[in-house]
């Protein structure tokens, strides 16, 4: 489905990003959820979108924070 990320897709497509990179990207994701209330659905949709992007894409560790919010602005 083209829809859904590649399930390994931080071992066989990410050379900057690791696995431990995305759950400190989610964990703070979470907090400006919450912070800013936004529904449980809009922090959902973000880390779907921020799979979606990191399966197809590679990217550099100094813009992931970055994407983490566009991610963010674009679910909400």
Known sequence: NK???SPNYM???QHDVN???RSILVDWL???A?????????LHLTIA???RFLSSNALYRQKLQLLGVSCMLIAS
């Open 19 to 21: 696995a431990n990179m």
């Open 49 to 51: 979108y921020l799979d």
């Open 3 to 5: 829809r859904r990320p």
């Open 30 to 32: 979470v907090e400006v």
């Open 34 to 42: 919450e912070e800013y209330k936004l529904l449980p659905d809009t």
């Open 11 to 13: 071992e066989s497509f």
